[in-house]
């Protein structure tokens, strides 16, 4: 495979999906093709004309890889159909992603795992890949012993109507938000953080609490985290460790605005966190439709074009 690859998009005209095919003229992947469900086949979006995203259609075995970013079900009744067809499904739903076998990558930290798929990749959530993307060189020198999670998320995480919404809001009307299924006990974004960050790390029993809120920002997620480390861990090393780890960026005040159109994670307040031994407090910033979402699947896709360099991943 190369950039001739026959990349399919399902759920194109998303938020997700709109920005995956300008990520994927960006880097020169020229063989496109667009898929949505039966209202928009037909539009043209980004130059490419959508068409209705069937089984039959994905089971006819012209695409390579497929990247699909829709709804959990959608996910669930159409991947199996591509795969079918011979492609590959990398998936950003929930649908896959802790399914014993299919693997969870996020490839700067477990991109190997990417040759081992039979047929589908799972895309995780798009706050556990900047989040493992900062632990996982914090760990490889001190160890992780516990981590706490605080994330502010935008309304672009839960798509476009809720965009929409909140340009028609008054700033009167904005609010926190925390809209996702609650078992009583926590909503289960926070336990999609913790057991995803446990499987792409491959630490099943690290202890990982989060709490999830929607915040009234159009594009951008940030994540304030406190780690506890089994070895000492100064906050000069960390800074040291994660300016030269890929896809991170230091910025001593990350904000989802910062964020917002780039495709490393930014991290910054990166200082002691004197209540715990061995603990630090940082603030990570990402935009989640590029590296949380859209640009992660790609890399995976380019991970599958390259087995070498996924081999040494």
């Known amino acids: ?74 996910s669930r009744e159409l991947v199996p159909h591509a795969v079918a067809g011979g492609a590959i499904a990398i998936d950003k739903s929930s649908a896959y992603r802790l399914e014993p ?3 969870l990558v996020v ?76 078992d009583g006990e926590e909503f289960d974004e926070e336990s999609k953080l913790r057991a995803e960050t446990r499987k792409i790390m491959e630490l099943p029993e690290l202890p990982i609490q989060a709490t999830c809120v929607r915040v009234p ?17 100064t906050p000069q090393r960390a800074r040291e460790l994660l300016a030269d780890a890929p896809s991170v960026r230091i910025e001593e005040f990350p904000s989802p605005g910062k964020a917002a159109g780039i495709d490393d994670v930014l991290v910054g307040r990166i200082r002691r966190d004197p209540t715990v031994d061995q603990g630090l407090a940082l603030f990570i910033a990402s935009d989640n439709l590029r590296k949380g979402a859209a640009l992660n699947a790609i890399q995976i896709a380019e991970l599958l074009l390259d087995p070498a360099r996924a081999a040494a991943a």
């Open 1 to 74: 495979m190369g950039n001739k690859t026959r990349i399919g998009v399902v759920g194109g005209t998303g938020a997700v999906g709109t920005v995956t095919l300008g990520l994927l003229r960006e880097r020169g992947f020229e063989n496109v093709r667009v898929f949505a469900s039966a209202r928009s086949a037909g539009k043209q979006v980004a130059g490419w004309t959508v068409e209705e995203a069937t089984p039959e259609a994905l089971e006819l075995g012209d695409i390579d890889v497929f990247l699909f970013s829709v709804g959990t079900s959608a």
């Open 101 to 103: 076998g299919i693997p």
């Open 107 to 182: 490839p700067e930290v477990n991109g190997a795992r990417a040759l081992e798929h039979d047929g589908i990749i799972a895309n995780p959530n798009c706050c556990t890949i900047p989040l493992t993307c900062v632990l996982k060189p914090l760990h490889d020198e001190a160890g992780l012993v516990r981590v706490r999670v605080a994330t502010y998320q935008s309304v672009s995480g839960a798509g476009a109507q809720s965009m929409e919404r909140l340009r028609n809001e008054t700033s009167d009307e904005h609010d926190l938000r925390m809209d996702w299924d609650f």
């Open 217 to 233: 920002v159009m594009v951008g997620h940030a994540e304030a985290v406190w780690i506890e480390t089994e070895n000492e861990l």
